[in-house]
């Protein structure tokens, strides 16, 4: 996946846990949970999605480098770099 | 084949967590005795026509959006969008105290909380003040000191709202949306049902209590989980204090690392082998109805009513108990689904009527006596509801009635007991590793608090660190 593509897989799981949040004007650099309603358990539910969508475990120390989206880019480059990029909510 | 989690009952709780264990990616099966999901809240087919079981109001209601409110909540951990739901919020509601024949007291709300508040200035000016401050002191969903689930709900109205009548009335509504208990409740529970009715408030989804159960379903399902019906469990399995599976009242046996149990507390104790309980356990809960519903000839509107519900007591004193005789008619509720407001009315109109009753007296009649006790009880129920709303009986096409032992053959509660036992198990545990109660008995009533138990345990258990089902 490329970092364009890592954004992608991010709203897409966002966009699978929180149906009615409006996604288009994410800013990269500012924290989610400052954007949109999420609280400590939807956090949980997109390390989850990771999981089971790519494989990717991330322990409970690393959460806090998923706060913004520039932040998941980051941390999951690597993680994500062979994956192919899954969308279930923003298809189409 | 080994599960992560077994479930007993497809009821809201159990559907709730079957949701969320499958979506965490776990092996997990509902497991339900009937041939219909829903449990308390379920459907049913008569003479070609659909009728409900529960749900009257689907409480918690918010606008879209809402930040921060149970509703929102479950929406988002079920992954349900607000706009499937459909929900048709309610006109107006009222809760009715009769104190004589020519003497009623009527409190007015709807989802606008300020309508509420004009009713009590109309009724009793001077108690304004003391209203406003009891709302601003209500315990809040997660913040209820130990004191407030001590503290009865009566006793603490009683410092902010000197006129006895006003607290009765305002009694009314929170104890039939959901009190364990005969005629008081918590503080901190009352803070909760409040909230849940008056503060937030009352809808319908279009199509009834099925189209919310086709959802829930259709949700499990698409993640992977698997519904079993007509897979009643007739033991819980377990070895040196932990749970190993289930035995099924077939014969077959499951093996989990896991149960959710909404069975209820002693219900569940007995499936693992404890003595079945007594009658007059002081777990198992008083509190069970007769409901009539009648399928009418025209709308309620068009008959002259315009309320959603009425919460109505026609004597002076609330009569939320268990009664003595077989119902309790000067106590009830009446629900009229089509004066919620829809685009989607219902195929016919509908009323339902709904009173305390005496679980033992109707456990214990042949099928003879049932049927002819059951007209009985109905005429009595119609004709006080009568008096609260509009002339039901000239304009019934069908009708169809069930009873406390209804409620116990098809959700198995003992008792018939709808809100479960009085004491609840709030953190969900129970003597065995890896069992688990969810539902009623863990401490949440009604629709949205059965759900959000049903999440609120399986979160937890997905993420209990130790024993848990990584
Ligand atoms: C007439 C009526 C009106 C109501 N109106 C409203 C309303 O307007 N608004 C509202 O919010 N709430 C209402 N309620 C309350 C609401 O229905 C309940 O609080 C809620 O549905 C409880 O859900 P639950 O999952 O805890 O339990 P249940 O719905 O009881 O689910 C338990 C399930 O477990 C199954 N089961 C039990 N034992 C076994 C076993 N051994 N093996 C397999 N399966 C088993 C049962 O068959 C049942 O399906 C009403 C209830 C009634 C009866």
Redesign the pocket.
Known sequence: MTRDEIVLAIKDIIATIAPDEELGGLEMEVRLRDQIELDSMDFLDIVMELRKRYGVQVPEEDYMQLATLKGCVDYLGPKLESKALVLTALKG | MRYDALI???????LAAGIRLAQAGKRVAV????YL?????SFYKRAGRRFE???????NFVPKGTPNVPLTRILRQLRISHDALRLAPQRHSKSALRLSSDETLVLEYSNDPARMRASVERLFPAETAGFERMVAALPGYSDATEADRTTSARARLAEFVREPRLVELLMIAPLF?GSPTERDMSWAEYGILFRSIHLEGMARPEGGIKALLDLLIERFEAEGGELRMR???AAILHTHGRVTGVRLDDGTELECERVLS??GLV?TEA?CGTPRANEDDPRIGRLS?V?VCCVLDRTPLELGHDTTIVFYSDSERFLYERPETPVEPRAGVITCPSNYLTSAPDPEPFVRV?CPANHGFWTSLDETRYAAEKVRAVDAMLAAAESFSFPIRPHILFRDSFTPRT?ER????RGGA??GSPLKRRDGQTDLAGLEL???DQGL??????LL??ISIANRSVLAPSGGLS
Do not use: P
């Open positions: 007993l009952g497809a009821g809201m709780s159990g497991l339900e005795r009937h999901w829903g449990g308390l809240n079981t529960g749900l009257h109001a689907l409480t949306y897979n009643g469990v909404s069975a219900e499936l109805f409901e709904t409620i098809f959700t198995g509660h709808v809100y969810i539902g009623t009533v009604g629709v949205v608090g059965a138990s049903g």
